[in-house]
Structures are given as C-alpha cells and as structure tokens.
C-alpha cells in the first residue's frame, strides 16, 4: 500500500558520506583532539550519521588510519628537483618532518603496528634510500637512511612531549639534519 513504511532492512543510506569526507572529518578529528579522540563515534557525531555508516566507509580502525596516513603523506615525494641528492634529501625530510611534527601520534601509531604502514610511506622510504645511496657510497646497510629516519622520529616524538614553553620546531630539526648532510657530502 502507498504510504505505508516497508517492514525489513532499510536501504543503504549513509547520509551522503563517503570515504573522502570521513577522511577528511578524521584528520580534523586528529588535528584538534589527537588520536585517542578519533573514533567512530566521534566520526559518526561530527558527520550526522551513525558509527555503523563510518565503519562501511573506511573498515576497521586499523584501515582507517592506514588511509588517513595516506591522505595525509600522499604525494609528499612528488616533484623533488635539485642540483645535489642531498639537496633532494633535504626537501623530502623537510617535508615528512614537517606532516610528522603535524601528525606525530598518527606516526607513532603507524611505527607500532607496521601493517597499517600505508604504501606512500612505504615509497617515500624508497626515494630516502635512492639518495642516501648516492651520498654515502652506496649505503648498502642503510645506514644513513635509518640515522635520518629514527632521527626525525626521535626529534618529533621530544618535540611532541615537550612542555608547551619548550618550542621545538621544523627549523631545529632541519639545522641538524643540514649538519648531518653537509658532513655527508664533505665526506663524498
């Protein structure tokens, strides 16, 4: 009979939310609130829609924090363009050290649970080795590329648990990094 509602299942209706905009919700989310506040209640409450919605777009929290890292570092190896390797260091670090002071509990929860590592980070890692290669003949056991890495995480994760009166920024960062790779190419 018309007007009469249907007895059943509803039909699908998400609230005209889709994954790029749960996506979106979450990094806003992770920016204001940090990580332990992105959950799929909190997701479902800033979208209108119910957690069960927010689960069908993005799967489990694991997944969801996985693509939330790979829109976040998304292209973040795009266009490096200079006259040296370490000049092109340079600008990938800058870039990763600058998202990962901006998303430092995201990045320590991608160290820990490496299986979410999303594969644009998985690719940055490549382009880090391809230049730490060419710097420090060859780097065969990484070396370089693992003294940068863990240096950025250490120097994020201090700088993220320091007291507000203690401001480390990407520029103090960058001077260290700057040093490493001038005492590098000297060494070439």
């Not at 998400?14 to 920016?31: Q, T, Y």
């Not at 992105?38 to 927010?54: D, I």
């Not at 995480?153 to 960058?174: I, Q, R, Y």
Request: glycine share 6%; net charge neutral.
């Amino acid at each position: 009979m018309p007007g009469q509602k249907r007895r059943g299942r509803p039909k699908k209706q998400w609230g005209g939310v889709d994954k790029a905009a749960v996506l979106r919700c979450a990094h806003s989310i992770l920016a204001t609130q940090g990580l332990e506040k992105l959950t799929f209640r909190a997701l479902a409450a800033e979208l209108g829609v119910t957690a069960m919605a927010v689960k069908h777009h993005v799967g489990s929290r694991d997944q969801l924090l996985s693509d939330l890292a790979a829109h976040i570092f998304e292209g973040i190896d795009a266009g490096v363009a200079g006259e040296t390797p370490s000049a092109e260091l340079r600008q990938l670090l800058v870039r990763y050290s600058g998202l990962t002071l901006k998303n430092a509990d995201l990045v320590r929860y991608l160290l820990s649970n490496p299986n979410c590592m999303p594969k644009a980070l998985s690719e940055f890692t490549t382009q880090i080795r391809r230049r730490t290669q060419a710097i420090n003949h060859g780097d065969s056991d990484d070396a370089m590329l693992n003294l940068l890495i863990d240096y950025v995480h250490g120097f994020v994760f201090a700088a993220d648990a320091a007291p507000t009166e203690v401001s480390l920024t990407l520029e103090n960062c960058m001077n260290s990094i700057d040093w490493l790779l001038d005492v590098m190419e000297s060494r070439r």
